[in-house]
């Protein structure tokens, strides 16, 4: 078998605050082969975007430090490149979509030279050729009259045609892997399509994988091939995509499945969408047992004595809860 395209062993995010130590990414292993798409889903704050930012080399030390763990990149260990061949990799190999497109799209510089740099950066590409290639680009994500826009500001781009922008930025030299965080969030619901079957397209054509985290499971069930549930910092539960929405095993997994939002069956009585009650604990805590307890509504002694580890639920699947070794105390809580 060949080894994943990108591999992330037991990584360990810290953040050094007045408040305490915020171990933000705990122990996390993610691995993700080419043309792949992999789904990060969970609550806010759970650690979704400082493990997407680890892997570009992008956590700010002080006040953040990686605690522990590799980030195998191609055969490279990411975390121990500095300096000109890190920033060699992202960009080229490796590329970022950030939620909301003004905070990484430069508001003082037309649309078709901010394509165009990449390509001249990463690519060696001259001017002319890097603004002709980026032209194209443009055209591919569907900006419409792309020769007259070139030399438009972001600020004269609506949301969408921004995320559109950022695309075509993101996929201008032909990555390996892209990380799309949270790619469509910042739009409503018709363009949030469009923006997404034109990811899925462009991704199928080039072969990268990609890597994208939302929480909005809708989009996960449409895109990707393999989920990984994240909560209060660590893989909770992981699986292919129709098994773990078909049979999710982890209470925190059902919560946010029932959390979804659906179109009710006719003839049904609508039912309220269920929220999980409480909310993400704090991440300077020190667990003992379970960081679910608080919420779970099946909690057993145990699950407060000691923390649980990934376990088998059946192929290809894991979850980290106590209830694979104790299934008869679901039907007893419920
Ligand atoms: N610079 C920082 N200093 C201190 N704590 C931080 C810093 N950056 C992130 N954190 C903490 O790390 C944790 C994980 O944050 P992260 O941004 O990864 O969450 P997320 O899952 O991406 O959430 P969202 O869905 O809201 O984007 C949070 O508790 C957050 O407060
Ligand atoms: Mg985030």
Not at 186 to 212: C, H, N, R, Y
Not at 288 to 300: L, Q, S, V
Not at 301 to 314: F, M, S, W
Request: with cysteine.
């Amino acid at each position: 078998m060949t080894s994943p395209l990108l591999e992330i062993l037991d990584l360990s995010v810290h953040f050094h605050t007045p408040e305490g130590i915020v171990c933000a990414v705990d122990r996390v292993n993610i691995a993700l082969n080419s043309g792949e798409t992999i789904g990060l889903v969970g609550e806010s704050g759970c650690g979704k975007s400082v493990t997407s930012l680890a892997v570009l080399g992008l956590i700010s030390s002080p006040p953040g430090r990686i605690a522990g763990g590799s980030i195998l990149f191609d055969g490279r260990n990411l975390l121990a490149l500095e300096g000109d061949r890190l920033r060699r990799i992202r960009g080229r190999e490796i590329s970022m979509i950030f939620q909301e497109p003004m905070t990484s799209l430069n508001p003082v510089l037309p649309i078709g030279r901010q394509v165009a740099e990449p390509l001249m950066v990463h690519k060696g590409f001259t001017k002319k050729e890097a603004l002709e290639l980026a032209a194209e680009w443009l055209d591919q994500v569907k900006i419409p009259a792309v020769r007259r826009r070139l030399n438009d500001y972001p600020h004269q781009l609506s949301g969408g045609m921004r995320q559109r922008v950022m695309i075509a930025m993101a996929m201008v030299c032909g990555p390996k892997l892209l990380i799309a965080d949270e790619p469509t969030t910042a739009l409503d619901v018709t363009i949030q399509a469009q923006i997404l079957s034109l990811m899925v397209g462009l991704k199928e054509k080039s072969g990268m994988a990609l890597l994208l985290i939302t929480h909005d499971l809708g989009v996960v069930a449409q895109m990707v091939s393999r989920v990984m549930v994240m909560y209060a910092g660590q893989i909770v539960e992981a699986g292919g995509v129709s098994d773990l929405f078909d049979r999710p095993f982890h209470p925190y997994t059902q919560g946010l499945l029932r959390s979804m939002p659906r179109l009710g069956d006719p003839g049904k009585k609508r039912k309220r969408l269920n929220e999980i009650a409480g909310s993400v604990p704090l991440l300077t805590e020190r667990f003992i047992g379970c960081r679910f307890a608080d919420r779970c509504p099946y909690t057993f002694d145990l699950c407060r004595l000691q923390a649980p580890e990934l376990t088998d639920v059946r192929e290809g699947q894991v979850a980290r809860c106590w209830l694979i070794f104790q299934p008869e105390k679901r039907s007893l809580n419920a």
